[in-house]
């Protein structure tokens, strides 16, 4: 009988401890659920929370404002002309005429600012040619975003300040301190359209063309002047120049701008 209850006692023995190591193991299966489970949770958390943090980088000063400017009573920035003032012509007079079609956010019109912009503006007031502006938004629709439409608001208060504040203004925004990335919409931002502008004499400081930008004065010009983009013949992307009419390829250096001009009949 002994023998018998020392069996039978090794037997529950036995048994108890396969049944604490099963239940140890599935405890030990349900903490590696749970610490995998908060781990995924906290990835999807930082991937969240950079991805809010990239929305709000991006996110637009005047949000929703744009469909309301499209219909909106237009004021025009001084130093323009025709309906709507979509006709942005500056210099002296002259028979020759260059005519720039851009968009705020288009790299390539950033090194065409970068690399022959100076030489550009130069040959304008020397009276060479008349130089006329029309400025686009559609990398706004193409990528995404209000950076275009917003910075061509805020050259039009650069303009209303005058000639030389806009063309100052325009190369800052092109320049490589400032132009972002085509699929960044930094310029959405009417804080960093004035961080730019106070690179600018005529403009830093000052308090009317930084209410024009915080109140989107210009909007609706903005959306006139793009659409006049749009209707604009033979031009199918940015940069592109016009001299006296004709499509030139854009030229790389001051050197081949001047020899352009000499091509077209363009002299003094």
Same mark, same amino acid.
């Given at each position: 009988?002994?023998?018998r209850?020392?069996?039978?006692?090794k037997?529950?023995?036995?048994?108890?401890?396969?049944?604490?190591?099963?239940?140890?193991?599935?405890?030990e /299966?349900?903490?590696?659920?749970?610490?995998?489970?908060?781990?995924?949770?906290?990835?999807?958390?930082i991937?969240?929370?950079?991805?809010?943090?990239?929305?709000?980088a991006?996110?637009?000063?005047?949000?929703g404002?744009?469909?309301?400017?499209?219909?909106a009573k237009?004021?025009?920035p001084?130093?323009?002309?025709?309906?709507?003032?979509?006709?942005l012509?500056?210099?002296?007079?002259?028979?020759?005429?260059?005519?720039?079609y851009?968009?705020?956010?288009?790299?390539?019109?950033?090194?065409?600012?970068?690399?022959?912009?100076?030489?550009v503006?130069?040959?304008?007031? %020397?009276?060479?040619?008349?130089?006329s502006?029309?400025?686009?938004?559609?990398?706004?629709?193409?990528?995404?975003?209000?950076g275009? /439409?917003?910075?061509l608001?805020a050259?039009?208060?650069a303009l209303?300040?005058?000639?030389?504040?806009?063309?100052?203004?325009?190369?800052?925004?092109y320049?490589?301190?400032?132009?972002?990335?085509e699929?960044? %919409?930094?310029?959405?931002? %009417?804080?960093?359209?004035l961080?730019?502008a106070?690179?600018?004499?005529?403009?830093?400081?000052?308090?009317?063309f930084?209410?024009?930008?915080?109140?989107?004065?210009?909007?609706?010009?903005?959306?006139k002047?793009?659409d006049?983009?749009q209707?604009?013949?033979?031009?199918?992307s940015?940069?592109?120049? /016009?001299?006296?009419?004709?499509?030139?390829?854009?030229?790389?250096?001051?050197?081949?701008?001047?020899?352009?001009?000499?091509?077209?009949?363009v002299?003094?």
């Open positions: 009988m002994s023998q209850n020392s069996q039978a006692a037997s529950a023995a036995r048994e108890r401890i396969r049944a604490q190591q099963e239940a140890e193991r599935k405890r /299966k349900r903490k590696r659920a749970a610490i995998v489970g908060v781990s995924i949770v906290g990835v999807i958390a991937a969240g929370g950079v991805g809010y943090a990239v929305m709000q991006n996110k637009p000063s005047k949000p404002n744009w469909e309301k400017a499209a219909d237009v004021v025009a001084a130093n323009t002309s025709g309906k709507n003032g979509t006709t012509t500056l210099g002296k007079s002259s028979k020759n005429t260059v005519h720039l851009e968009d705020p956010r288009c790299p390539g019109c950033a090194v065409m600012e970068q690399s022959i912009g100076e030489t503006n130069k040959g304008m007031k %020397d009276g060479d040619y008349k130089l502006f029309t400025i686009g938004t559609f990398l706004d629709n193409n990528l995404g975003g209000e275009s /439409k917003n910075a608001s050259l039009g208060a209303n300040v005058s000639p030389d504040a806009f063309l100052e203004y325009k190369t800052a925004l320049s490589a301190k400032f132009h972002p990335s699929s960044t %919409d930094t310029f959405a931002k %009417d804080d960093e359209l961080k730019v106070d690179t600018v004499d005529a403009l830093k400081d000052n308090k009317k930084e209410s024009a930008v915080k109140k989107g004065t210009y909007d609706a010009w903005a959306m002047m793009s006049s983009f209707s604009a013949e033979g031009v199918q940015t940069p592109t120049i /016009k001299i006296n009419g004709k499509v030139v390829e854009t030229p790389k250096t001051p050197e081949a701008w001047k020899a352009a001009l000499k091509t077209a009949g002299t003094k």
